[in-house]
């Protein structure tokens, strides 16, 4: 199992960032996927996952109405969409796949997690 992020990099306070995430190494379509981050000298704060077919997401409060999770099975792509961006939202995003059973429902519990890639927010 591979998970691959881009997208990230600096931007202002309420602009925006799409971030993505390439799966490989699994059936992509059949598995629960999710975003968790980790801001400076903090831990681990989940942010949100998707069903394996894109119809249940579900999101922290502290991203709802902001953040955007989304997938393209054809291509084995997770986005999550960054927008109304705040200085606390500044971390590493990683891209994580969900421990559940294939076809199952979202467990949000993560066994393959990907490199991580920086979001900064200055405002």
């Known amino acids: 199992v591979q998970l691959a992020e881009s997208g990230g990099g600096s931007v202002q306070a309420g602009e925006s960032l799409r971030l993505s995430c390439v799966g490989s190494?699994?059936?992509?379509?059949?598995?629960?996927m999710g975003w968790v981050r980790q801001a400076p000298g903090k831990g681990l704060d989940w942010v949100s996952d998707?069903?394996?077919?894109?119809?249940?997401?579900y999101y922290a409060d502290s991203v709802k109405g902001r953040f955007t999770i989304s997938r393209d099975n054809a291509k084995n792509v997770l986005y999550l969409q960054l927008s109304s961006l705040k200085p606390e939202d500044t971390a590493v995003y990683y891209c994580?796949?969900?421990?559940?059973?294939?076809?199952?429902?979202?467990?949000?519990?993560?066994?393959?997690w990907g490199q991580g890639i920086q979001v900064t927010v200055s405002s």
């Open positions: 994580v796949k969900d421990g559940g059973e294939q076809y199952g429902s979202s467990y949000f519990e993560y066994d393959y």
């Open positions: 998707i069903d394996g077919a894109g119809h249940a997401t």
């Open positions: 190494g699994f059936t992509f379509s059949g598995y629960s």
